[in-house]
């Protein structure tokens, strides 16, 4: 399995709190993705990251920014959180702009917003 | 816009039965097309990757093919054991709206084996 682990795995906040969710690889990938998983729409891009401080837009990236200060941490953050980011969260890290290879993904987070 | 659509959503089969799982896109402009596993409350899996020049792909009971000029994947599962029993969802990597290369993914097929 790709060495991708996230921080927390299960957390509960209260609508308005700021909420930041860690991804960490130990596979030097180049390539980062945050995706939000919900019953109906499944797996969908929020941000990705193609280098150190290198970012971009998915397709459900308002509300949520993210960072990647090193190679092996990508962060995403909830600058106030609504009850419409309930959610699983996942990270995925590939190697290549996926072009030619696979993503891989974390085990998730699974965000309660009240 | 890139949309993904599995059928069925759900299937239910007997241990030892062979099945397949189907996976449609409307764009055909694909760079790749993946399959995952995902059991409940976990992560995802990769299964196989099908480049677009690439017809099938096996791995071990599992074999993937593409057809990308009619926008079709089947995923073939030979003798399905209670194990398989997860999941399956489809991805297709192409150009986003913006320029980026981004995964489309659809709803899955949940798939229950039966001993």
């Known amino acids: 399995d790709a060495g991708i682990t996230q921080s927390p795995r299960h957390k509960v906040t209260e609508t308005g709190t700021p909420v930041t969710l860690r991804c960490h690889q130990t596979e030097n990938h180049r390539y980062m993705y945050w995706y939000r998983q919900d019953p109906g729409h499944g797996l969908r891009l929020i941000h990705y990251s193609y280098g150190v401080k290198d970012t971009d837009k998915g397709e459900v990236s308002d509300g949520y920014s993210v960072s990647r200060s090193k190679t092996e941490d990508f962060l995403l953050t909830l600058e106030s959180a609504t009850s419409s980011q309930t959610s699983v969260y996942f990270c995925?890290?590939?190697?290549?702009?996926?072009?030619?290879?696979?993503?891989?993904f974390g085990p998730g987070t699974r965000l309660l917003v009240l | 816009k890139q949309e993904v659509t599995q059928i069925p959503a759900a299937l239910s089969v007997p241990e030892g039965e062979n099945l397949v799982l189907n996976c449609s896109f409307t764009d055909s402009a694909i760079y790749n097309l993946q399959w995952f596993r995902q059991d409940p409350g976990k992560g995802l899996t990769s299964l196989l990757l099908?480049?677009?020049?690439?017809r099938e792909q096996t791995s071990g009971r599992l074999n993937a093919s593409l057809d990308k000029s009619s926008g079709r994947s089947t995923l073939y599962i030979a003798a399905s054991q209670p194990g398989d029993s997860a999941t399956y969802l489809c991805?297709?990597?192409?150009?986003?709206?913006?320029?980026?290369?981004?995964?489309?993914f659809g709803k899955g097929t949940k798939l229950s084996v039966i001993p």
């Open positions: 995925a890290i590939s190697e290549s702009t996926g072009l030619e290879g696979s993503q891989y």
């Open positions: 991805a297709v990597n192409g150009i986003s709206g913006a320029g980026s290369y981004q995964l489309t």
């Open positions: 099908i480049q677009s020049s690439q």
